[in-house]
């Protein structure tokens, strides 16, 4: 299978992100009160979603799974971050990510924190997200503006 890469502006990234807020409010105003940002993918686009959602609180969750060559490895959570609460209440909850690639992430979430609902920018065929915006092809890898400053 050969991989198509598309360079995603600040644009059109903060153009879905703001879509995805407002399709999130439009089915459920003011059904969550705090975001898992799923570190690092996830912290802009939770910050644009925060604002678009009005919401104050987000929390991280630090997942790794992609090591030096974007394959994805096994998923090691980093407790180091600062968030160890335990969340009882799933439903005032929205864990965001910028892509839900293999679904393995999620998936990870899901195990830790069952019935909690995700909201991704984009996810590719086949994959699972409560809210998400776009889906993509998976031959497509999608580079995330900030991930121009990543070596």
Known sequence: MEITKKDLTWQEFEAEAVELGK???AQHPNKFKHILALTRGGLIP???????LGI???KTMCLVSYGDTRDQDEIKHLKIDGFSEEITNTDEWLVVDDICDTGKTLDFVETVYPNIE???LYIKEH???TYYNQQVPNELWLNFPWERYEK
């Not at 939770?46 to 678009?52: D, H, P, T, V």
Request: aromatic share 10%; net charge positive; charged share 30%.
């Open 23 to 25: 399709k999130i409010k």
């Open 46 to 52: 939770a910050y644009f979603l925060a604002r678009e």
């Open 56 to 58: 104050k609180s987000i």
């Open 118 to 120: 995700s909201a991704c």
């Open 127 to 129: 994959r699972s997200c």
